[in-house]
Structures are given as C-alpha cells and as structure tokens.
C-alpha cells in the first residue's frame, strides 16, 4: 500500500484544476472494486455516445453522453428530463445509499443508537488494499454506529457496508433481503440489490428512477443525517480521506450525495442541488470518468435551473373553495391550502389551478380535515397537487333537521 493512498493533498489539487483523476482506490471514484485489469490508454477507451432526453417538461433536452440519466424535481418527484430512466443497470457504489439509508432509518426510529458499537468480522475486513473503497477498521474492532454512517456516506468503506449489515440482519445477505424490501416500499421497481456495497454481481441492479427515488428519500426522511452527504472529509484511525464528489468541492449549491464506479458500472454519480428554493436531484450512469460525470451533472443542473422555476399556485391563506356539505348544521365549509405549496414549471408560462372536492362530502366534517385536493396544470399538463383542507368544523344536524335535507335533495331542491 501507497502512502499516498491515504493523502487528501492529491485530490485536493486535481480539484483545483478542474480534473479529478484517481490514484489509488482510496481516492478513486467511489469504486465498489477496481478490476485488476491492464489500464486502457485513451486511444482504447471509447468516449460515450450522447444520449438525448427521450422524455422531458419542457423543450431542448440536454445530449448526455452516460448509458443512463435522469434530473428530478425534488419537492414533486417529477422527472424532468431523463434517458433511459428504468433501464436496470449496474449502480456500483451507488448501492451504499440505501444501506446509509437503512441506518438512518433505524436511528430515527431507535433500533440503533449513534454510540453503537458494531464488531468488524473477517468478513467485513479490508485487508488494506488499494484495490478497493475501505474505511480501513482494524479487524476485529469495534467501531460506534455514526462513524460507521460517516465510513459508508464519505469514504464509500466496503468495510463498513458489510460491517453494519452483519450488525443490523446478521448477515450481508440477510441485509440485501431488508434492503429489498424498502425498495419496494419506496417504489423502486428496476432494483434489486445482492449486497451492501455494490460489488459486481449479474443480478444486482437499479435503474436512474429508482435511484433518484431513494436520493429524494434521504433527503426527505433523512434530514438529522443528510448533512454528513456533504462532508469533504472523514478521518478514521489516522487516516483522512476525501469524498470523491467533485462537485462538493466547486459548487456550493451542491450538498450530496454519491458516486460510484466499477469496470461494469462505469462512473457514476448522484447528486442533489439547491438554488433559490428550488432542488433539483441528478442521475448519471455508465459515463466514462470521473471527470465526465462531474462535467454531466454541471450540465444537467445548469440546464435545469436555467429552464424551470418555482411558482406559487395559490396563497395558504386563501379561501379556494367553499364546498356544500350534506347533513350539517352549516350548508358549506370553507376550505383551503394546509401548508405552503410551489411547484416547477418551465420558465415563463402560466398555472391554472383546479379543485376536486370528495364527491357526497357529509357532516360532521371537523377542522383541518382533508375534504379534497387543489391539482396545478402548466400547459395542459399537471405539474402537482396539494391537499384541501376544511377551515371549520360542520357539526351533523339534528334528526328533524336531516330528514328535512333529504326530503329536499330528493326533490332536487
């Protein structure tokens, strides 16, 4: 082992230089493994082909040159441009954000404590080479539960992956089985994950959609940990490493989340940006460097931002509809928005705004009730939607009262 392997320095300059090229695997670009095959010189590596946006909101989709690729509007889940979205392809370290997401689950709900110690088994062990990501925990040591979420998210540890699995599930397969099951729960329908890390294996994939669908996970539900997506560095047992997110280093708007490579996988990267209220998540799969994926997700979040905006449909305090309600002692409630609503459209055009009240809306109808939702269209299409909320309550009317209501309803009056 280099003792450069272990030296932000390098990483560092090629920052400064606007080139990140890796030397050594803990600086790499967030390998699950790097094959130990010849090294291609340029002339041998193919440049990737631009793949134009096959479906997007608005016009003059982006060309990327990445197998895969996706930008998502945070606040809504809509995809606003994409190629290849549900195509099942190799994630390689991308693999690691469900299992820091399980981790994260299970400490918001208390199944795991930040000072947990957690065992490193032979198994989990790095053996402290340089042919892949390691958070380099001694064998059979112990390490506490936060470090290992700092081992997994910043240095992209193998070792941590499979240590915390072990932990949480007994095994790493026993884990991909929990971490299955909250793919599905999310709704992540071209996944399915082997392992923890993202080590090469035929039947372990996920799709630009589902991926972006866990990144908007982890933002949302994550929020006490999602911060530490954005560290530059983590220091372990001496050692200091960097993250290979390039972007954390030259785009302050950006503040997470994960990059990935193998020789199967090519380079990878997720990442979430936010700018005058508005964030947006990219998706890049399967380009060629590390460089060209930092330089696609630029281009993405520059194309995004320069292309939509947020607007606000309706004020919260504004009375959108005032319903009739059957059987009550008041023949209407009123009703508007629950909390503050935006949502993304293109640049420059307009939102129209329609109601949908539950159809025979009966009393008693309480306060804060949801009796409806408010959908947003731009251009024709919907673009969101937000709850309708009853601002009173509508107490049920007495027996004379409601016969006399349904003697009129009969007769139409």
Not at 50 to 79: N, Q, R
Not at 84 to 91: A, F, G, R, Y
Not at 193 to 207: I, Q, Y
Request: with cysteine; net charge positive.
């Amino acid at each position: 082992m280099q003792l450069n392997t272990f030296s932000i320095l390098p990483v560092v300059i090629a920052i400064a230089a606007g080139v990140l090229v890796p030397h050594s695997e803990s600086f790499a670009a967030s390998h699950a493994v790097k094959q130990a095959t010849p090294k291609k010189s340029k002339a041998e590596t193919p440049a990737q082909a631009p793949v134009a946006g096959d479906s997007a909101v608005a016009g003059g989709t982006p060309s990327i040159p990445a197998k895969a690729w996706l930008l998502m509007d945070f606040d809504s889940g809509e995809v606003l441009a994409s190629a290849n979205p549900d195509e099942p392809l190799p994630p390689a370290s991308l693999t690691k954000m469900m299992t820091s997401f399980l981790v994260e689950q299970a400490l918001r709900s208390g199944k795991l404590k930040k000072d947990d110690l957690v065992s490193v088994s032979q198994t989990a062990w790095c053996r402290g080479s340089s042919t892949e990501s390691c958070m380099y925990l001694p064998l059979n040591s112990q390490a506490t539960v936060i470090d290992i979420l700092r081992g997994i998210i910043v240095q992209s540890g193998n070792d941590a992956s499979k240590a915390i699995a072990e932990h949480m599930a007994g095994s790493e397969e026993g884990f991909a089985k929990l971490m299955n099951a909250e793919a599905k729960r999310l709704g992540m329908t071209n996944t399915n994950f082997v392992n923890a890390t993202g080590l090469p294996d035929p039947a372990h994939k996920a799709s630009a959609r589902d991926l972006a669908i866990l990144a908007r996970a982890i933002i949302r539900d994550s929020s006490d940990y999602y911060p530490i997506y954005a560290e530059r560095e983590f220091k372990y047992n001496g050692i200091k490493q960097g993250n290979r997110n390039a972007l954390l280093y030259t785009d302050p708007t950006v503040d997470g989340l994960k990059t990935g490579h193998t020789q199967e996988a090519g380079y990878c990267l997720v990442t979430s940006s936010k700018r005058n209220g508005m964030r947006l998540i990219t998706v890049i799969l399967n380009t060629n460097s590390a460089q060209a994926r930092a330089d696609e997700t630029r281009t993405l979040l520059g194309w995004g931002y320069s292309n939509f905006e947020k607007a606000t449909p309706i004020q919260p305090n504004a009375v959108v509809a005032t319903p009739k309600v059957s059987f009550g002692k008041a023949d209407t409630v009123a009703a508007s928005l629950g909390a503050p609503w935006t949502v993304t459209v293109p640049r420059g055009q307009q939102v129209s705004t329609s109601v949908q009240v539950k159809p025979d809306l009966e009393a008693p109808v309480a306060k804060g009730a949801v009796i409806g939702k408010v959908v947003a269209q731009s251009n024709g299409k919907p673009v969101g939607e937000t709850p309708l909320i009853a601002q009173a309550d509508v107490e049920r009317a007495g027996f004379m009262l409601r016969s006399w209501q349904r003697v009129a309803k009969l007769f139409g009056k």
